[in-house]
């Protein structure tokens, strides 16, 4: 059975760096095929995509977030890392990881996802 | 970036009603289409993937098709456990994107 649950602050001040982690549970992400993304949602808001690892350490970013978006894995504890700089408030969101199976990016398990505020 | 459109954004309907959503893309992504459910502080959950194909353990009222740049995803035969939000999502290209979303509200 997949799971996963993201973990990270819940306040964050504006300029300060994010780092969330979501450790996962049921595969294995050195496995091939397999992946790892984040997605987030502003509160009453749209889905929308952040960053996606790859089990062969491939990345791939929003192009409207890719200047402060940085994704890696732990294979060893089953763990990705994002981090997010310069926080602003336009940034406070629900976030979640989730696994995309091999073959196309579709995402077929969810965390629960973390609501992290950005206030001063 | 390839941008999705759902409509509608929002319709109400009744337990045992049929519902049609619709999903367009600005160019064709072939078949490469997911349709996820969303419930109130909950995360999304995929029902549909490759356009047409069930997740295993959703139910059989829930039905996706179509290809290249327009889909729908219906519901037959409406539940009270389906009163929800729901978005669909490309995966022919980066970057990933979603569509702005349909709430099914109960009428």
């Known amino acids: 059975q997949i799971t996963l649950k993201e973990s990270g602050p819940t306040l964050v001040k504006p300029t300060q760096t994010l780092t969330l982690t979501c450790t996962f549970s049921?595969?294995?992400?050195?496995?091939?095929?397999?992946?790892v993304g984040w997605i987030r949602q502003p509160p009453g808001k749209a889905l929308e995509w952040l960053a996606l690892?790859?089990?062969?350490?491939?990345?791939r970013y929003s192009p409207s977030l890719k200047s402060r978006l940085t994704i890696t894995k732990d294979t060893s504890k089953n763990q990705v890392v994002l981090t997010m700089t310069n926080m602003d408030p336009v940034d406070t969101a629900t976030y979640y990881c989730?696994?995309?199976?091999?073959?196309?990016?579709?995402?077929?398990?969810w965390g629960q996802g973390t609501l992290v505020t950005v206030s001063s | 970036d390839i941008q999705m459109t759902q409509s509608p954004s929002s319709v109400s309907a009744s337990v045992g009603d049929r519902v049609i959503i619709t999903c367009r893309a600005s160019?064709?992504?072939?078949?490469?289409l997911a349709w996820y459910q969303q419930k109130p502080g909950k995360a999304p959950e995929r029902l549909i993937y490759?356009?047409?194909s069930l997740q295993s353990g959703v139910p059989s009222r829930f039905s996706g098709s179509g290809s290249g740049t327009d889909f729908t995803l219906t519901i037959t035969s409406l539940q009270p456990e389906d009163f929800a939000t729901y978005y669909c999502?490309?995966?022919?290209?980066?970057?990933?994107?979603f569509g702005q979303g349909t709430r099914l509200e109960i009428k």
């Open positions: 989730a696994h995309r199976p091999p073959g196309v990016n579709y995402f077929d398990y």
């Open positions: 690892i790859y089990w062969d350490d491939d990345k």
């Open positions: 999502q490309q995966a022919n290209s980066f970057p990933i994107t």
């Open positions: 049921g595969f294995s992400l050195s496995s091939s095929g397999m992946g």
């Open positions: 160019q064709g992504i072939n078949r490469y």
């Open positions: 490759a356009a047409s």
